[in-house]
């Protein structure tokens, strides 16, 4: 059975996640919030324990996790020594959502953590109840995102237990995640960053300390220079996880871009249309066009004058399609700048690149 334990308030916090730690350190699976989304942790060195989670999520094993630690002391055990870029990223942006792919100390995790690769992704959360629990459980936290395969990452506790409710030893309950959306993945190629996974920290703040940021896709491949297929296919050798259907909804959702006005008018149109077969139709849309779309099962997913708000709200709203029982879904794009990359970047995802041009 899956234990729950509190950790809003302070004088839950120390026991509860004393608790969670032992049960970490015994091998055990536990889901835990991060300031990204929730992750669902097991001590990276413990074979089984790591295999647990591949278990738990239905995750294929070619796909690597990310390590979670809580200090630097930490990171001397899991890599080998690193050069002077990494050292820029991680005094800039740790604790925090960047994770950085570095060389694997031969023997440090277990195998399945790195699927096999001389790499390890590492990353320390800047969130407090994620940092307390790594610290107390003293172990490197293996944690990819606690949802099961497939479905959208879980941005509250209770998307925890609705995918791996009885499938996990427990979930430590610390309220909704703050980005919405995963950490930014990148590695270092010489004096240069590569952006292997767009997220929390964006290009633009890489940009600020590192000479050079590689991007090695734009989520929506510019119409003039870029066939449709570069979204889904170069990132993938290089992270592994990015070749997968991810975050997707169970309806068929298509993502539509172009000028507001004709976006919201293709989407009614579209959305009258399945109606009249007598199919259930979902639309995510921006508040500043939710009035556009009255009498239509609308999720509004943020503000696009504030795209940190859709970025938080993005997964939850895939779910509430699901939980409605949509079986189309169509959602409105937004500009690629800032946080609205990495949303961008979900959104074709979840739209399994289903990209109409209108
Ligand atoms: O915000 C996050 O990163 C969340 C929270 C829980 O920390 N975690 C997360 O983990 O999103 P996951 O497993 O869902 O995604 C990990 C991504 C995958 O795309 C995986 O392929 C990539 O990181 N990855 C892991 N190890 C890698 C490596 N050695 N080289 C390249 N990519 C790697
Ligand atoms: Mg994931």
Request: glycine share 12%; net charge negative; aromatic share 4%.
């Amino acid at each position: 059975n899956t234990r729950i334990w509190h950790a809003n308030t302070k004088e839950w916090e120390r026991e509860a996640l004393n608790e969670a730690a032992a049960v970490l350190r015994d091998g055990g699976t536990v889901a835990f919030p991060t300031e990204t989304v929730y992750g669902l942790g097991a001590d990276a060195r413990d074979d089984a324990a790591v295999a647990r989670i591949f278990e738990a999520k239905g995750r294929p094993s070619d796909n690597p996790l990310i390590v979670h630690i809580a200090n630097l002391e930490q990171l001397d055990e899991l890599v080998l020594p690193y050069g002077e870029a990494a050292q820029r990223l991680m005094a800039r942006f740790w604790p925090g959502p960047l994770t950085i792919v570095l060389p694997v100390k031969p023997g440090a995790v277990s195998q399945r953590v790195t699927a096999g690769l001389d790499t390890l992704a590492v990353r320390m959360p800047d969130h407090p109840v994620a940092l307390q629990l790594i610290e107390s459980s003293g172990c490197p936290i293996a944690g990819p995102s606690a949802n099961r395969s497939g479905r959208p990452s879980p941005t509250r506790a209770e998307h925890v237990k609705d995918d791996l409710d009885g499938r996990i030893d427990g979930i430590v309950d610390g309220g909704p995640a703050g980005v919405g959306l995963e950490s930014t993945v990148v590695e270092i190629d010489g004096d240069a960053v590569r952006i292997l996974r767009p997220g929390g920290i964006t290009a633009g703040a890489l940009r600020e300390i590192t000479g050079r940021v590689i991007h090695d896709v734009e989520a929506v491949p510019d119409e003039a220079t870029g066939a449709a297929v570069r979204a889904g296919t170069i990132e993938a050798p290089r992270s592994p996880g990015m070749k997968y259907t991810h975050y997707a909804p169970k309806g068929l959702m298509q993502l539509v871009i172009g000028d507001a006005g004709d976006v919201t008018a293709y989407i009614k149109e579209q959305a009258a249309a399945a109606r009249s077969r007598g199919e259930r139709a979902g639309i995510l849309a921006f508040a500043e066009h939710g009035a556009c779309y009255e009498g239509d099962d609308t999720v509004i997913v943020g503000s696009l004058s504030q795209l940190e708000t859709a970025a938080q709200g993005l997964y939850a709203a895939l779910r509430t399609f699901d939980e409605r029982g949509a079986q189309y879904i169509w959602a409105e794009g937004c500009p690629q700048e800032g946080i609205g990359h990495a949303l961008m970047n979900r959104l074709v995802k979840a739209a399994g690149h289903r990209i109409v041009r209108v």
